[in-house]
């Protein structure tokens, strides 16, 4: 694959949030008096945005998803961003990625400043040009708006970049754009999920998706 920039989705294609992310929701339900303690059930919440995730799950109004994702964000900045791990293979499929010339970037629904703090924690932040994130108050949640925020920006073709992500939410936006997208099976979307978007690429594993650059 000769694309000369290469932009990532962060949980569930370069890390394993699940811990964090599921206790740090379980965290939030709990201040609202709902009791979830099961957390392979709040799964569903690593990669979509947080609060129309709220929304769609529990029936909450926004003001009360919006408490929600207060709620989850106090416990998520200080211990959830660390409940981490980048999955095996990750640092060195991005310095090949380097090491050919790509340009990379982190495209992700999460707050910048999370994003930021995750990639800095786990060594990785200097293979990207930039970490490209939402705003605290909800802006550019919307993968296919911070995916247009992010060519705009950096003044990308978007025939000359690949978006490459696990859930749903990467492949509408990337082809939303105009970009080509792959899909990954090692993360938190499922085959049907993904096959449904008709990504134009699909790759099961990370050794799958680190052959096809060569």
Known sequence: MDYPHILFDLDGTLSDPRE???????????????????LARLEHFIGPPLLQCFMA??????????????????RFRVTGLYEN???????ALLERLASQGRTLYIATSKP???????ARHFGIAGYFRRIYGSE??????????????????EGLPPRSALMIGDRKH?????????LDCAAVGYGFGSFAELAAEQPTYH????????????
Not at 85 to 91: A, E, N, S, V, Y
């Open 20 to 38: 964090g992310i599921t206790r740090s929701v379980q965290y939030a339900l709990a201040q609202l008096g709902i009791d979830e303690p099961d």
């Open 57 to 74: 799950s529990y029936g909450f109004d926004e003001a009360t998803a919006w408490q929600a994702v207060n709620h989850y964000r106090e």
């Open 85 to 91: 791990r980048l999955f095996d293979g990750i640092p």
């Open 112 to 118: 910048t400043l999370f994003a930021e703090e995750i």
């Open 136 to 153: 605290l108050d909800g802006t550019r949640t919307d993968k296919a708006e911070l995916l247009a925020h992010l060519l705009e920006t």
């Open 170 to 178: 990467d492949l509408i936006g990337a082809r939303r754009n105009g």
């Open 203 to 214: 790759f099961a594993t990370l050794e799958e998706l680190r052959l096809a650059f060569g």
